[in-house]
């Protein structure tokens, strides 16, 4: 069974930074990709970015040279840089584990950008 914990959320100013970290337990991380995604109040869930086992990164067009994803795979966490935050990144955001044959979620940290 895999858990994932998401902290690192909070409340900043427009323009301000924030760093997301999400950290596994169990038994599967470095082979499997992971990400973070997030919900805005009546909005979908939307991919943020993703990183695979190898490390190859994508990222969605809104937050492209604004948010930075990375990974530690000896200890079992994803990381989320988030720059230059703006309004709109306002949400809950989750990170993911891809494994088989389930996606796993962490439980949420809330972003809130607001002057």
């Known amino acids: 069974q895999v858990q994932l914990v998401e902290s690192g959320g909070g409340l900043v100013q427009p323009g301000g930074s924030l760093r997301l970290s999400c950290a596994a337990s169990?038994?599967?991380?470095?082979?499997?990709?992971v990400g973070w995604y997030r919900q805005a109040p009546g909005k979908q869930r939307e991919l943020v970015a993703g990183?695979?086992?190898?490390?190859?990164?994508n990222y969605a067009d809104s937050v492209k040279g604004r948010f930075t994803i990375s990974r530690d795979n000896a200890k079992k966490q994803v990381y989320l840089q988030m720059n230059s935050l703006q309004p709109e990144d306002t949400a809950v955001y989750y990170c993911?584990?891809?494994?088989?044959?389930?996606?796993?979620w962490g439980q949420g940290t809330q972003v809130t950008v607001s002057s």
């Open positions: 993911y584990l891809d494994g088989w044959p389930s996606r796993y």
């Open positions: 169990g038994s599967i991380f470095s082979n499997n990709a």
């Open positions: 990183i695979t086992s190898g490390s190859s990164t």
